[in-house]
């Protein structure tokens, strides 16, 4: 059985990540496939085995077996022979249950580790190339692809509210304001964006908000409430991101 075949749909499947149409095939071919129903069951007994101490378990049956066979040995090689399947079986029901639980027992990566995987800053070239037309946020824009922060921030921040290029500075700032690690005021710039009606910003928005919690602090139920709207969203550019993250917080 060739487990590492199975292992993802299996894993969607149990953490509801499959669509309705996938989720009625998955089932339907559990009946009709012995090796996918084999792999399921074995995903299931792991999960299992972690809660109830199967290593310990083992270890004694182990020894029991061991000393089975010892006491027997003197009548041949079938009594050894025996001891060893059994305990071949139980080595590879070890190696199985490692296979399915590994997922399981990595620790949940940190806010930052998460951040620093997912956070991109905007495209330098395409802030300052000459396409880019030319208005009051052209130096802002300029000074944040030179990494010059604290005037990027200066300059945005000038743009006030009602202002048809506000939510673009607002945006833009909160780039600038994680340049200088101000992680709490960016925020508040991409909860801007994000709630903007801007179809340009509000996505990108949003996504920086969601990186910026992160950041900030375990992840609530209102964040991971946003990441399953976007996982579950295949038109929205982060969808992939959005899943993965929530794969890793399991």
């Keep these: 059985?060739?487990?590492?075949?199975?292992?993802?749909?299996?894993?969607?499947?149990?953490?509801?990540e499959l669509s309705t149409g996938d989720r009625q095939n998955f089932e339907r071919e559990l009946g009709s496939n012995e090796e996918l129903r084999q792999a399921e069951e074995l995903y299931r007994l792991s999960?299992?085995?972690l809660d109830y101490g199967v290593e310990e378990s083992l270890r004694k049956d182990l020894k029991k077996w061991e000393k089975e066979g010892n006491q027997a040995a003197s009548g041949g090689?079938?009594?050894?022979?025996?001891?060893?399947?059994?305990?071949?079986g139980a080595a590879a029901a070890v190696l199985l249950l490692v296979f399915f639980?590994?997922?399981?027992l990595m620790p949940a990566p940190?806010?930052?580790?998460?951040?620093?995987s997912y956070y991109k800053a905007p495209d330098a070239q395409s802030m300052r190339g000459g396409s880019v037309p030319q208005n009051a946020l052209t130096a802002a824009k300029k000074a944040l692809a030179e990494e010059s922060y604290a005037?990027?921030?200066?300059?945005?921040?000038?743009?006030?509210?009602?202002d048809p290029l506000y939510v673009e500075a607002q945006y833009y700032l909160g780039h600038a304001l994680v340049g200088l690690k101000n992680y709490s005021a960016a925020k508040k710039a991409f909860a801007i964006a994000a709630d903007s009606n801007e179809s340009k910003f509000?996505?990108?928005?949003?996504?920086?908000?969601?990186?910026?919690?992160?950041?900030?602090?375990?992840m609530d139920a209102a964040v991971e409430s946003k990441l399953k709207t976007i996982a579950q969203d295949e038109d929205s550019s982060f969808a992939k991101d959005a899943r993965e993250i929530l794969k890793k917080m399991k």
């Design 101 to 104: 639980a590994r997922p399981f």
């Design 1 to 16: 059985m060739k487990l590492e075949n199975y292992y993802d749909r299996i894993d969607q499947y149990h953490a509801g």
């Design 110 to 116: 940190s806010g930052d580790e998460l951040f620093a």
């Design 202 to 218: 509000n996505e990108k928005g949003e996504w920086n908000y969601i990186l910026a919690c992160l950041k900030l602090g375990p």
């Design 151 to 162: 005037d990027a921030i200066e300059d945005f921040s000038r743009i006030p509210e009602g």
């Design 77 to 88: 090689r079938i009594i050894n022979l025996r001891r060893s399947i059994f305990i071949m």
């Design 47 to 49: 999960l299992s085995a």
